[in-house]
C-alpha cells in the first residue's frame, strides 16, 4: 500500500544540520504513514557513514558524484511510493505541526498541486523567499531595480493560507497526481532555479500553489558556498536556463535586455566578492569587526 508521504532530502557536507533536520522530521511525523529519503550528493564529511547508523528508519542513497539538487531529488522520487512528496532541505528544522497541517489543507484542496510554508531565519523573523512571484520579464527587470514588492507578493498576509506562484525548494510539498502529470524537476538545473520552473509548470498545468502559515525555521545559506565564484556563476546561469526555457519565444527587442541584465549582475557579484576578498586580505581584522558587529 503506497504511504501518505514521501521525505526527501538532498545532502552536501552539511552533516550536523541533516542530523538536527531529521530529529525535527521525525517528531513532526509522528502519526504519519511515510517515509524518508536522503540523497548525499558524495560529501566529504562522512554524512551517510555517520548519520545511517543513527537514522536506520532513513533511506539513504550515496552518490559517487554531485549530481546536482534536481537530478539527486528526481533519484528518491522515482524509488518512492506515496501520495505526496516533500522536498526539504537539509538545513531546516521543521516545526511539529507543520506537515500534518499540510498534509490535512492539501487533502482537503484537491486543486492544490503544492504548497510552500512560512519559512523563519534564525533570528525568527519570516523570510519573504517564502512567497514569490514567477519571474516574468517585467518581475524581473523590477526585481533587478530594486522593486522587489511584487516579486516576493509582500501584499500576502503571513497568517492565512493564500494562493503564491513560487514554491521555495527549501519545503516544498507536491501532491503526486500533480507531479506525475507535470514531470519530475527539471535536470538542466543543477542547482537553483528548478523550484521556479517546477511550480511555472504547475500552474500551467491548471495546479494552485500554496503559502501556508505553518514554520521552519531554515538557515538559508548553510547548505551552500554562497560566497564562492561556483555559487555565482550556477545561480545566474539557472537563471538564464529558466528565461530560454519559458521566454525564449519574445523577440530580440524584449529578451536581449533581460539576458543583458542577468549578465550584468553576475559580473556585478563576482566584483563584489572580489572587493570583499581583497578587503579582507588587506585588514582582515576591520573585516572580523564588520561582520560580527
Not at 187 to 197: A, C, L, P, Q, T
Not at 248 to 270: K, N
Request: aromatic share 10%; charged share 20%; hydrophobic share 40%.
Amino acid at each position: 500500500m503506497a504511504k501518505k508521504i514521501s521525505i526527501v532530502i538532498v545532502s552536501y557536507n552539511v552533516c550536523r544540520l541533516l542530523d538536527e533536520c531529521l530529529v525535527s522530521v521525525k517528531r513532526a511525523m509522528q502519526g504519519i504513514d511515510g517515509e524518508v529519503f536522503v540523497v548525499d550528493n558524495c560529501s566529504s564529511d562522512g554524512t551517510v557513514d555517520k548519520l545511517s547508523p543513527r537514522h536506520p528508519d532513513v533511506h539513504f542513497i550515496a552518490n559517487t558524484e554531485n549530481v546536482g539538487f534536481a537530478r539527486a531529488n528526481n533519484q528518491a522520487i522515482r524509488l518512492s511510493e506515496s501520495e505526496y512528496v516533500l522536498l526539504l532541505n537539509p538545513d531546516t528544522v521543521v516545526a511539529e505541526p507543520t506537515i500534518r497541517g499540510c498534509l490535512d489543507f492539501m487533502d482537503a484542496h484537491p486543486q492544490a498541486g503544492g504548497a510552500g510554508v512560512r519559512m523563519l531565519n534564525r533570528e525568527g523573523k519570516p523570510a519573504p523567499e517564502s512567497r514569490r512571484a514567477i519571474p516574468t520579464p517585467w518581475v524581473s527587470m523590477l526585481k533587478m531595480l530594486g522593486f522587489t514588492r511584487r516579486y516576493y507578493m509582500s501584499h500576502l498576509p503571513w497568517d492565512k493560507p493564500c494562493q503564491i506562484e513560487v514554491i521555495s525548494g527549501a519545503y516544498c510539498l507536491l501532491r503526486r497526481k500533480a507531479l506525475s502529470q507535470v514531470g519530475l524537476l527539471d535536470e538542466d538545473f543543477f542547482m537553483y532555479g528548478e523550484d521556479i520552473d517546477l511550480s511555472f509548470r504547475l500552474l500551467k498545468g491548471g495546479w494552485q500553489n500554496w503559502y501556508l502559515p505553518y514554520d521552519i525555521v531554515h538557515y538559508k545559506g548553510e547548505s551552500t558556498q554562497k560566497s564562492s565564484f561556483r555559487y555565482v556563476h550556477t545561480f545566474y546561469q539557472a537563471m538564464l536556463i529558466f528565461f530560454r526555457k519559458h521566454y525564449g519565444h519574445l523577440t530580440v527587442l524584449l529578451s536581449l535586455p533581460i539576458q543583458t541584465a542577468i549578465y550584468f549582475r553576475a559580473v556585478l557579484a563576482l566584483i563584489q566578492m572580489v572587493g570583499a576578498r581583497l578587503r579582507h586580505f588587506i585588514n582582515p581584522r576591520q573585516d572580523h569587526y564588520e561582520r560580527t558587529a
